[in-house]
């Protein structure tokens, strides 16, 4: 088969398009960095170098191909972060239609079903209803949890303050994924027949808060480690002394004030996938104790 992916050798698309390579398929991956090209080439894939938000770029890396996977890229300038990814989203649905491709996997998030209210989640609650218009195109949409590999932005905090925390308490309930495991549910899915519009909760490991602050504090030695609520304000402040621009602080605080509220896993917790993926709390913990010098 032949496929493209966006996401040049990022966290997913990576390990997605090795497994995809090693199966034997043709895989082209979309870059907007002309220095990727040479190690997209090493792993035996097609670059393709130009931007997500050009639509004839797009039409023409999307064009014969038998699947397409879709992710909208971070943008910490964006002046407007739902609107950016909400109209990377729109463009994608454009050049997919141009394009004739009839099989779409596309990374959205745990919270998409919201509209409104997630942070940057909101905007990918936005591209699916994009990609609900259209006709006649089967799309997966894959909702993974919060990844493992957010905590590494606690590494500061970690060592500075001797705590972990968010603007939610304890006992909150939270759901937690490998990218790898994200990868390994979009290769399957790309692979196999699907029909319609429907989605796929990814979880690698369902836990707790103060269940992270213990799992990850034990691993770097910290074993009585805390979880510490913060108010939003608090938050805020915490993410723009770190240097996150303020409308992500922003977006970000508000991403975790559903988090607190309940409302942001509700629907996964009523759908929840029939097995979950295998890196558990506590592998990730080995890897963030490497990280963690």
């Not at 504090?217 to 304000?233: C, Q, S």
Request: net charge negative; glycine share 10%.
């Amino acid at each position: 088969m032949n496929f493209t992916i966006t996401g040049s050798l990022g966290n997913i698309s990576k390990p997605l398009a090795e497994t995809l390579i090693v199966a034997g398929h043709q895989v082209t991956i979309i870059s907007s960095k002309p220095d990727k090209a040479r190690a997209i080439e090493a792993l035996g894939a097609t670059a393709a170098i130009g931007s997500v938000e050009d639509v004839d770029f797009l039409t023409a890396a999307f064009k014969g191909k038998d699947a397409i996977y879709t992710m909208v890229p971070p943008n910490f300038g964006a002046s407007n972060i739902r609107d950016f990814i909400g109209s990377t989203g729109k463009k994608y649905a454009e050049a997919i239609k141009a394009s004739g491709v009839k099989k779409v996997v596309n990374l959205s998030s745990i919270g998409a079903h919201l509209d409104g209210g997630s942070g940057p989640i909101s905007g990918l609650h936005d591209v699916e209803q994009a990609y609900s218009e259209l006709d006649g195109v089967a799309v997966k949409h894959l909702r993974p949890a919060y990844f493992y590999t957010n905590f590494y932005g606690n590494v500061d905090m970690i060592k500075h303050a001797g705590i972990l925390g968010s603007n939610y308490d304890a006992a909150t309930p939270l759901v937690l994924v490998h990218p790898n495991d994200i990868a390994a549910a979009a290769a399957e899915e790309l692979q196999q027949g699907f029909a319609g519009k429907s989605v796929r909760y990814i979880a690698s490991d369902e836990t707790t808060a103060a269940n992270v602050a213990k799992v990850l504090g034990t691993a770097i030695g910290k074993p009585e480690l805390p979880w510490v609520e913060f108010n939003d304000e608090d938050a805020l402040q915490g993410m723009l002394q770190a240097g996150l621009p303020e409308v992500m602080a922003k977006s970000y605080v508000e991403m975790g004030a559903a988090t607190r509220s309940r409302i942001l896993y509700a629907h996964y917790f009523n759908n929840r996938p029939a097995s979950l993926g295998k890196i558990k709390l506590e592998d990730f913990a080995k890897e963030f104790a490497k990280a963690f010098v």
